[in-house]
């Protein structure tokens, strides 16, 4: 959907208003590992529900050393942010918005 010099916001616009020829759905079950490359791919997820905890593992690589994940997206995913985040706020060599 993009890549690191393209944010496809043309693209994004027409699978939210339902037209997506290209949207794979891939049928997981419990358990199931799945490794994509999730920040050039639109994903969701589904809701989890019962009542057993769960866990998720958010896996990343990085290009350049002491590089790591923009302030506001941290907080999306994991709630808080360190001193560390706002010093190397900016590091990232691709031009997309995170």
Not at 19 to 42: E, M, T
Not at 83 to 90: N, Q, S, T, V
Request: aromatic share 8%; net charge positive; charged share 25%.
């Amino acid at each position: 959907m993009r890549s690191a010099t393209h944010e496809n916001f043309e693209g994004v616009a027409r699978v939210l208003k339902g037209n997506h020829p290209s949207v794979r759905r891939v049928p997981l079950q419990p358990g199931d590992l799945q490794i994509f490359k999730g920040r050039h791919a639109l994903h969701r997820v589904a809701p989890v529900q019962g009542a057993r905890q769960r866990y998720v593992g958010i896996f990343s690589f990085v290009e350049v050393e002491g590089m790591c994940g923009g302030v506001e997206r941290t907080k999306q995913l994991y709630g808080r942010v360190l001193p560390h985040h706002y010093e190397r706020a900016g590091l990232r060599n691709d031009q997309l918005t995170d």
